[in-house]
């Protein structure tokens, strides 16, 4: 009689996302991984080509969970780029290691930035298009220049380097928009 299966595939992308979640990206090995889901190493490599595999699903894993995120975040802002900018923000300091693993030590180089905020949301293009609606003939450029300033404060408040509250943010990037657009 075969063994039954202790723990689906399922179970293990769930045991790898959460991994992530707590102890970050570079702790994800397979024999790790294998004690964290309470198993061997065996069930991994039979419901997964390899750890590259394993670590794709993950990652497309934590960027719905973004997009979740994202749609539960609130969007009180009627200035272009903001809102997003703020979930942004509120990620890198809620879940700084799913923010590491999706946006700084990225394992998947086929995605660029705008395909990972964008999401399956629309995030980017909803805000380009406000933006558009509000007169600005080129929104691409002013979401770069928005972007680097979002992404330098995230990952400043990784590094515990930012301590804005979220109100005191919300001015900084109204004020940054207002004078991109000028």
């Known amino acids: 009689m075969a063994r039954k299966e202790i723990i689906s595939k399922d179970g293990l992308l769930e045991s790898s996302f959460n991994m992530i979640?707590?102890?970050?990206?570079?702790?994800?090995?397979a024999r790790k991984l294998a004690a964290f889901a309470g198993c061997s190493t065996q069930p991994i490599?039979?419901?997964?080509?390899?750890?590259?595999?394993?670590?794709?699903?993950?990652f497309?894993?934590?960027l719905l969970f973004f997009d979740s995120f994202y749609e539960k975040f609130d969007k009180g802002s009627h200035i272009p780029f903001v809102n997003l900018g703020l979930c942004y923000i509120a990620f890198a300091q809620k879940e700084s290691?799913?923010?590491s693993?999706?946006?700084?030590?990225?394992?998947?180089n086929d995605y660029n930035l705008y395909s990972k905020?964008?999401?399956?949301?629309?995030?980017?293009k909803n805000e380009m298009?406000?933006?558009r609606e509000e007169g600005v003939s080129n929104p691409e450029a002013i979401f770069m220049k928005m972007w680097m300033l979002?992404?330098?404060?995230?990952?400043?408040?990784?590094t515990g380097d930012y301590d804005l509250s979220p109100a005191e943010t919300r001015i900084q990037l109204e004020e940054a928009y207002k004078a991109f657009v000028r």
């Open 21 to 29: 979640k707590q102890s970050g990206f570079s702790e994800l090995t």
């Open 45 to 58: 490599f039979r419901n997964f080509a390899n750890m590259e595999d394993l670590i794709g699903q993950t």
């Open 60 to 62: 497309e894993k934590s």
């Open 97 to 99: 290691n799913l923010f």
């Open 101 to 108: 693993f999706l946006f700084i030590n990225c394992p998947k």
């Open 117 to 124: 905020l964008n999401g399956r949301t629309g995030a980017v």
């Open 129 to 131: 298009n406000l933006a």
């Open 150 to 158: 979002i992404h330098g404060a995230a990952c400043m408040s990784i």
